[in-house]
């Protein structure tokens, strides 16, 4: 009886996590919702000094942090993250960095990121797309 309650209890856990992974859809729109986390896949980059990162193959996992302002981006291929960055919306679905200057801009909406944000002597860049 213990194995058929645990190969049950098992069944279970499965199905509510495949429910919820499928459940999340790639047209929410980051400007609209309480929270908000999406992964956007596409070219990303990131120099300081030596360092030196450049890949077509990239991905930035973007979260929406509780003060319903302010995102996080946490890169790939070894790339530091950017957190707590302050946004504007501009428009219906549209997400502007605050303080956006022709150094240092996002741009991120339902289906694309753009990143150019100078800080310190470095440099973040992503094109992607989800």
Request: hydrophobic content about 35%.
């Amino acid at each position: 009886m213990k194995k058929a309650i645990r190969i049950l209890g098992l069944f279970m856990l499965m199905f509510f996590a495949v429910t919820a992974i499928t459940s999340c859809s790639d047209d929410d729109d980051p400007a609209n919702n309480d929270f908000f986390a999406g992964t956007y896949r596409g070219s990303v980059g990131y120099s300081d000094g030596d360092t030196n990162i450049d890949s077509n193959d990239g991905s930035v996992f973007v979260t929406k942090i509780a003060s319903g302002t302010k995102y996080n981006f946490a890169f790939s291929n070894g790339i530091p993250d950017l957190n707590g960055i302050e946004f504007d919306q501009q428009g219906d679905n549209t997400l502007v960095m605050v303080g956006s200057t022709a150094t240092s801009y996002i741009r991120i909406d339902n289906n694309e990121l753009r990143i150019l944000y100078l800080k310190d002597g470095k440099s973040w860049r992503a094109n992607c797309t989800r």
